[in-house]
């Protein structure tokens, strides 16, 4: 299939917020509404929380009332995109701020993949830590010989396969989501992309990372050095989600053996990394323990604290 020419490129960029920053979204759609056709804002919070937007003429900003997750609010947007009439989405967190042309060496890095018989499902930017410039490498595909997960980092306008691309800068046509489905909504937050991107590899699609096109984007409410290298701080409750979604994704048969040795194995060492190095520890000990009781028992969905 021949990749659709750039005139008939019509991208819709999702913005995924939850008390955001106003500061930071305003300027997070200041930046990516140049390069996109349509701008979708799902509001998981308040009215309240989201300033009018930018090019209203462009832009639609709806409001769930409540947190219903990342994969319901990409669902959402898949819709809307539809019906707009655009054929690729751009999905991205609150506090993603893209680089000028990221959105374009996206396209391009799509449609050199596709002229070259390349089965594309999507297409990321490297990311660039706004804190501390920390540049993200990729996840190469898990080396089938053994559980390493070897990290990429591409040369400028090089386009190299990976394992998944975190939902924060992923462009993927309307195609794949079609061939594929939308991502789990009973997931909730962690796990998402990844999930969504495996089911993706399933069916035969690759993923790349895109040299050259940068995303400044913030992981974590906080971050560590630790042998040389910057590791997100995320809450004890996004901990019970990475653990009880992580455990869930093990009993997945289309996601292949190896990469569910290699993730039980990583969930091992951030259990204990979490427990030893971080704060809270009781806070996240008992977080960490319901996510894996919860995922043994396919009990997925919005963590309810009064259950």
Known sequence: ??????DNICVAAVIIAFQPD????????????????????????N???????????????????LNLGIGEAIACAVTEAKVKGCNFLLTLDQDSIPAPDMVEKLIKGYQRLSLQGRPVGGVGPQHIDRRSGYPS????PIDKRSWLRNKIKPEPNQC???DHLITSGLLAPMSTYDAVGLPRADLFVDYVDIEWCLRARYHGFNLYGVGGAFLYHSIGDSYIQFRG?????HSPLRNYYLLRNGVYLQRLSYIPLIWRL?????????FVFFLIFLDQRRTRLQMMLAGIRDGLQRRLGRYDENR
Do not use: C, Y
């Not at 009215?47 to 009332?65: C, L, M, N, R, Y």
């Open 160 to 162: 190299v396969a990976v």
């Open 262 to 270: 290699s993730d039980a194995w990583q969930l091992v060492k951030k």
């Open 137 to 140: 490498p990729f996840t190469a």
């Open 229 to 233: 290298r910057q590791l997100p701080v």
């Open 47 to 65: 009215p309240e929380d989201i300033e009018p937007p930018h090019a209203p003429d462009k832009t639609q900003v709806i409001s769930f009332g």
């Open 22 to 45: 106003k500061a930071v979204l305003g300027q997070l759609m200041a930046s990516i509404l140049p390069q996109v056709q349509r701008l979708i804002i799902i509001n998981n919070g």
């Open 1 to 6: 299939m021949q990749p659709p020419h750039q």
